[in-house]
């Protein structure tokens, strides 16, 4: 049964046993039987790195003419067009003038361009991506406009400029990520072409199941009750960013190889690369935190300290932590050694490891 057709048969058990499972790819925690990441683990073997030397240098050929800056830029372009589509103002105009305001707000981009970038190197159009693209950066806005409420992270600035709630009020912007989080699913169920009903829906599923109660959501608890906490390892903190952080970037990729018509394979092993470049975001938002200004991340720096949130700094030193930044990054690229025209997801995953905000 191919990555497909497994959604299609779990959806149609739904409405029998409350056993059944209506979402049926990969478990996304990580555990000893699927793809798990350690903290404890040694250097990369030696074996990864002989294969990792033996693709480099047809990778770096084709790197080589590669303009990513044009590439962003060309992307980032065309997703903002699409973003500014997507949202008119309607009546009431207050909550679309919200939902407009963070979603427009700027930012990189990086899940809906991974999402463009995953469906064309299967073999799909950016205007199959575009939608699923647009929903889940809806989907991010609404994990920022409520991570910055008083009740959350409680923070004044988001891109540089004040955050939701201290334009439109904490109730608007309540009210302004629930919007957006059901718009992204309408969006991908109503405007997504070029694929077939099937693979919308495996989308659809996969998007649903990486922000849930086994997701960011989860991510989202586990951060809460753990701040300030004295016992927090580090496979609470890595049970905390892959399900907060980098369930929604492994999504943004998956969905993208799905709705390009990817094999089950080809999904799978973008699966695994984006958890590892999921992860290593969330690394290196921890290291940025204590090592920039607020005026270079446009956001608050040195919050996580402020709270007492656990860090990979706090629990690895700087050093160690940008040597497991570096070991993700290695092990992300080597899962696309199979593919062919990797050179837009191998440079996002570099841009994402040296990013500087």
């Known amino acids: 049964m191919n990555v497909v057709d497994s959604w299609v048969h779990s959806c149609s058990m739904f409405n029998g046993s409350s056993s059944s499972s209506f979402i049926g790819l990969m478990p996304l925690k990580c555990n000893k039987s699927n793809f798990k990441i350690h903290h404890h683990r040694s250097r990369i073997s030696a074996a990864i790195v002989k294969e990792e030397q033996q693709t480099r240098c047809e990778n770096e050929i084709q790197e080589s003419s590669f303009n990513f800056k044009a590439y962003m830029a060309e992307k980032a372009n065309s997703v903002n067009k699409a973003l500014d589509e997507s949202i008119l103002i309607r009546n009431p105009p207050t909550i679309h003038e919200a939902m407009r305001y963070s979603l ?167 699966r695994k690369f984006s958890r590892c470049i999921g992860l290593l975001f969330q690394v290196v938002d921890d290291i940025l935190d204590v090592t920039k200004s607020s005026e270079v991340l446009g956001k608050t720096a040195g919050k996580d300290l402020e709270v007492d949130k656990t860090t990979y700094p706090k629990l690895l030193g700087l050093e160690k932590s940008q040597q497991f930044a570096e070991e993700l990054l290695a092990e992300a690229k080597q899962q696309l050694t199979e593919f062919e025209s990797v050179a837009p997801l191998v440079a996002l995953a570099e841009y994402i490891a040296y990013r500087q905000n």
């Open 104 to 270: 427009l707000a700027g930012g990189k981009r990086v899940r809906p361009i991974l999402c463009i970038a995953a469906c064309e190197l299967v073999g799909g159009d950016e205007s199959t991506a575009m939608p699923a693209a647009c929903a889940v950066e809806m989907i991010h806005t609404m994990s920022l406009i409520h991570d910055d409420l008083p009740c959350m992270d409680n923070d004044d600035f988001r891109r540089g400029k004040p955050t939701n709630h201290k334009v439109y009020g904490e109730d608007v912007a309540v009210l302004a990520g629930d919007s957006l989080l059901a718009l992204a699913f309408q969006y991908v169920a109503s405007s997504s072409v070029g694929t077939s009903p099937a693979r919308v829906l495996a989308a659809i599923g996969e998007l649903a199941k990486s922000i849930g109660s086994e997701g960011l959501v989860a991510g989202q608890v586990v951060d809460i009750v753990s701040t300030g906490g004295k016992d927090i390892g580090l496979d609470q903190l890595e049970f905390i960013h892959i399900h907060k952080t980098a369930a929604l970037l492994e999504a943004s990729v998956v969905l993208g190889a799905i709705l390009g018509g990817g094999s089950e394979t080809q999904v799978e092993k973008l």
